[in-house]
């Protein structure tokens, strides 16, 4: 006993103090961000994502078999928690168990069958992972570009944490036989499988395989410890607080202001010393760092994007592990530079400069860039679009990279440790606009009309009126009468949008709806040539200054007119009056057509007539869920119930709901040509084509513009015949209208 306690202590000690050395090392690393502000407030919430999120696992558990498997290994390790600890406490008390339940019947056989399902879990993740190997699948594989070898290292090693085990605790079975601790081990079924194989060899040789094996339990288990904290599987201890530390109730829909010391900067007059954006690894939160730790690089970011889908560069996936791999070459300089590295927390000049010296090529090495004409990087045996071209003077995050992002939000959707790749993305596009000045040549157009027309397209304020010619009934407009605010019984303002008013299509959109809230007594108001842009798209664009000087000349506006309730078409317009304008001290009740025209339905208000084909049935009509009212503000039921109401035959497209595939406009990428890979909007016209439906259904202007564009295109190669892109009211128009 003697023996197994000095070694068994050595081999602790010996681990245990590397792992506290690299457990000290991330902690500074982490500290050493720059502030994040409101990420511990609200608790009871964060409570419930800790709850729901990680011993829940509800977001892996959105697919279900890898979900069922993570399912079985997590909660494995956490029952396996109670043998862990007595293991270590018998290296020196010899039958030493948890103090109450270490005994307990109930416990041994939970504690064997999580072990077991430990074990089917390892099988599981390794069938997924040899039917996704990416050197087979190349970038249709989810693991693309991830540490493969170590993922194989670590089932290895979660396989012996489990034999190791059931073997020391198998002996151990034999070795209590005819004491007082006979009953220890009753419950604990597949230890005594292990026991029946090892009873042959006698009670001293079993004395020996505990003792050995009970050794080699703690080492292999402090082994895998010092494995996690050195890989991806970080994300073990990091995921848990990157969940508890996560925007709420989740990062999507509005963009975070920019910071300064704790409080949002002003605009109008912005502090000298002020970062705009993220230009280089320093100057990200101490948040943005436990995201870069906490990715497990399973890919399912990746494997939603449209970007990454249609052949461009950009993996959500990649970007964070090149963003993790730059934290980790410059960590000597920030902690360094923060006063994380010592004790005091003081900036210790001569420790800067050593440190500025090991991390050299990562602190002066380019941050964004143009990465044209370079070779391919490698990894794992494979190749991609050059990510992680650590060791060159090549860019961390390529410009291709960057402007690539639809701002879809399915890689925050689909992250099951809830890092925010939007926020990331969004961030360095404002640095490239505001400091860097270097972003697409498309986006000057979109700022200048933005900024001197009050809307993307350049059109003059005048036109927006130009649709309520085309409408035979009256349209309020605010202001004709003399108002200074809106009368107490309008019922909503009608936001029409700058694609309502100028874009074709969309404004076939802005006067079905008009004319559905005349017919159901709706009063309602615009504000004509009053209404400007919601700034959304230069927001996404990154340049947030442009952004705050139309939110703060909105919200002044709609506050002094004293509107309370908002009804929009575009769900972009939708997330900035709703969920960003509130920043800026605007806060109304604002609803997408298809929720306000939903209600009225079933207030009876509206009456659609349902209409049937020749066979009896009404039309097919497949559905696209934009990504801003359905990912980003969780609105899929109204529009769904508009167009059964009608009494189509809704035909669900593969990629619906949260998993919806962008139509490739969001992020300003509608006024960007797309010259990489295929094209987004007919990726996804494709997938509505192939539905057999006779209509797609859209309930957004910008979607409305790129399936038009995509389905016209088709249709001229002679495909896609008949195939019509329609607004769900205009569906809903034609059918009360019957």
């Not at 457990?23 to 409101?38: E, N």
């Not at 006698?202 to 402090?222: D, P, S, Y």
């Not at 000045?437 to 979109?446: R, Y």
Request: aromatic content about 10%; some cysteine.
């Amino acid at each position: 006993m003697l023996i197994r306690a000095i070694v068994g202590l050595v081999i602790t000690v010996v681990l245990l103090a590397f792992a506290a050395k690299r457990g000290w090392f991330l902690y500074s690393l982490a500290r050493s961000g720059q502030p994040a502000v409101g990420r511990t407030n609200d608790a009871p919430k964060r409570i419930e994502a800790e709850a729901t999120e990680v011993f829940g696992q509800k977001k892996l558990l959105k697919w279900t078999i890898p979900g069922i498997a993570h399912v079985f290994a997590f909660w494995g390790f956490l029952i396996l928690g109670i043998t862990v600890i007595t293991a270590f406490g018998e290296l020196v008390i010899e039958h030493w168990h948890v103090p109450i339940i270490g005994t307990w019947q109930v416990v041994r056989f939970m504690e064997d069958l999580f072990a077991i399902l430990v074990v089917v879990g390892i099988v599981m993740f390794a069938i997924i992972r040899l039917a996704n190997n990416p050197a087979k699948k190349g970038r249709e594989s989810r693991f693309f570009g991830s540490h493969t070898k170590g993922a194989w290292l670590v089932l290895a090693m979660i396989f012996l944490v489990v034999f190791t085990l059931l073997m020391y605790r198998g002996a151990k079975v034999n070795t209590i036989i005819d004491t007082i601790y006979e009953n220890d081990m009753v419950g604990a079924f597949a230890s005594s499988w292990f026991g029946s194989a090892l009873a042959p060899l006698g009670l001293e040789t079993n004395l020996w395989v505990e003792t050995v094996f009970i050794w080699a339990h703690v080492t292999v288990i402090l082994a895998f410890l010092l494995i996690v904290l050195h890989s991806k599987h970080l994300h073990i201890f990091t995921s848990p607080i990157n969940v508890y530390t996560s925007r709420r109730p989740n990062a999507l829909g509005p963009l975070l202001p920019m910071y300064y010391k704790g409080e949002p900067i002003n605009f109008e007059d912005p502090p000298e010393d002020a970062r705009f954006g993220k230009g280089h690894i320093d100057d990200f939160t101490w948040k943005n760092y436990l995201d870069f730790m906490a990715c497990t690089e399973c890919g399912r970011c990746q494997s939603q994007c449209p970007a990454w889908n249609t052949g461009k560069p950009l993996s959500p996936k990649l970007l964070i592990l090149d963003l993790r791999d730059n934290m980790f070459a410059a960590a000597p300089y920030l902690m360094a530079a923060s006063g994380t590295d010592t004790p005091q927390g003081e900036l210790d000049e001569k420790a800067l400069e050593s440190a500025t010296e090991k991390a050299q090529l990562a602190v002066t090495r380019p941050f964004i860039g143009s990465r044209e004409g370079t070779e391919l990087a490698e990894d794992d045996g494979y190749t991609f679009d050059g990510h992680r071209a650590m060791g060159t003077e090549l860019p961390v995050i390529a410009n291709d990279v960057l402007w690539s992002c639809t701002m879809c939000g399915a890689c925050v959707n689909q992250c099951p440790v809830d890092i925010e790749h939007v926020d990331h993305i969004a961030d360095m596009r404002r640095n490239q606009v505001m400091v860097a000045s270097d972003f697409p040549s498309e986006l000057n157009g979109l700022f200048k009309n933005i900024e001197t027309k009050g809307n993307p397209w350049g059109q003059n304020a005048a036109d927006r009126n130009a649709w309520m010619t085309e409408v035979d009934f009256e349209v309020e407009v605010f202001g004709m009468n003399g108002e200074e605010t809106i009368p107490s019984d309008v019922d909503y303002l009608f936001w029409v949008g700058c694609a309502g008013a100028f874009e074709d299509r969309a404004k076939k959109t802005t006067k079905a709806v008009a004319e559905l809230l005349n017919i159901a007594g709706v009063r309602f108001m615009v504000l004509g040539d009053g209404e400007t842009c919601t700034g959304d798209p230069a927001r996404r664009a990154g340049n947030e200054f442009l952004f705050q000087m139309q939110a703060m000349q909105n919200v002044e506006m709609l506050n002094g007119i004293k509107a309370t309730k908002i009804v929009v078409t575009c769900p972009h317009c939708l997330n900035t009056l709703k969920r960003e304008y509130p920043q800026n001290g605007g806060n109304y009740e604002v609803v997408h057509h298809t929720q306000l025209l939903n209600d009225l339905v079933n207030a009876g208000r509206l009456t659609p007539v349902q209409s049937v084909d020749a066979q009896g049935a009404g039309p097919e009509i497949t559905y696209h869920d934009p990504c801003y009212l359905g990912r980003h503000n969780d609105i899929y039921v109204p529009p769904r119930d508009l167009i059964t109401d009608t009494g189509a035959t809704l035909t669900e497209m593969p990629r619906h709901g949260d998993k919806s595939f962008c139509c490739g406009a969001g992020g300003a990428r509608m006024w960007m040509e797309e010259k990489i890979g295929t094209q987004v909007n007919k990726n996804r016209a494709d997938e509505a084509i192939a539905t057999g439906a006779s209509k797609v259904a859209v309930a957004c202007p910008f979607c409305s513009v790129m399936l038009n564009d995509a389905v016209t295109a088709r249709q001229q190669e002679g495909t896609a015949l008949g195939v019509e892109v329609v607004d769900i009211a205009t569906l809903l128009l034609e059918s009360a209208k019957r």
